[in-house]
């Protein structure tokens, strides 16, 4: 797994995000939407294949990450797809998706060569997306702890 450049990704991602944008994730999806001049839609209550957590599809003129609407960590799982647009993975190639239980008439071959399901499988893909992923989600938690200190102390002393 290539850990030098997920956390370049990562760092990228701070370096494109302006102003609010690196202090929540939404933020986040939008800095890389601008960036790579697509719209990016999210989808948290998606209705997925059996077994897919998250997935990430390449339309013709945006993008569209979702979500499964049976996940809990939600937060992670869109990190985890926003990884695979920001380290430029791609798709899994038809015939795969074609074992799977797509209906085949609701989508395009065009739109099925671009769609990347995620599921627990192991691939190196798949273990990059999820380093990016969590570590992208510890930073924007770091960000935003840093937000205000004093605040903080005060939380942290009333809360003993
Ligand atoms: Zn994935």
Same mark, same amino acid.
């Given at each position: 797994m290539a850990e030098k450049t997920v956390a370049r990704a990562v760092e990228r991602m701070f370096r494109i995000a302006v102003g609010d944008e690196a202090r929540s994730l939404d933020g986040m999806a939008k800095a890389l939407s601008r960036e790579r001049g697509r719209p990016l839609i999210v989808l948290h209550d998606a209705k997925l294949p059996p077994g897919v957590f998250g997935q990430w599809v390449r339309r013709p003129d945006h993008d569209e990450v979702s979500c499964a609407?049976?996940?809990? +960590?939600r937060d992670r799982t869109i990190a985890h797809e926003l990884g695979h647009i920001a380290l430029g993975h791609f798709g899994r190639p038809a015939i795969d998706l074609?074992?799977?239980?797509?209906?085949?008439? +609701?989508?395009?071959l065009a739109t099925l060569m671009l769609r990347r399901d995620c599921t627990d499988t192991y691939s190196v893909e798949e273990a990059d997306a999820e380093a990016f992923g969590s570590l992208l989600l510890r930073r924007l938690q770091d960000t935003r702890g840093s937000g205000n200190p004093a605040i903080r102390s005060r939380l942290d002393e009333a809360l003993g």
């Amino acid at each position: 797994m290539a850990e030098k450049t997920v956390a370049r990704a990562v760092e990228r991602m701070f370096r494109i995000a302006v102003g609010d944008e690196a202090r929540s994730l939404d933020g986040m999806a939008k800095a890389l939407s601008r960036e790579r001049g697509r719209p990016l839609i999210v989808l948290h209550d998606a209705k997925l294949p059996p077994g897919v957590f998250g997935q990430w599809v390449r339309r013709p003129d945006h993008d569209e990450v979702s979500c499964a609407a049976w996940v809990h +960590a939600r937060d992670r799982t869109i990190a985890h797809e926003l990884g695979h647009i920001a380290l430029g993975h791609f798709g899994r190639p038809a015939i795969d998706l074609a074992t799977d239980f797509l209906p085949a008439s +609701a989508h395009d071959l065009a739109t099925l060569m671009l769609r990347r399901d995620c599921t627990d499988t192991y691939s190196v893909e798949e273990a990059d997306a999820e380093a990016f992923g969590s570590l992208l989600l510890r930073r924007l938690q770091d960000t935003r702890g840093s937000g205000n200190p004093a605040i903080r102390s005060r939380l942290d002393e009333a809360l003993g």
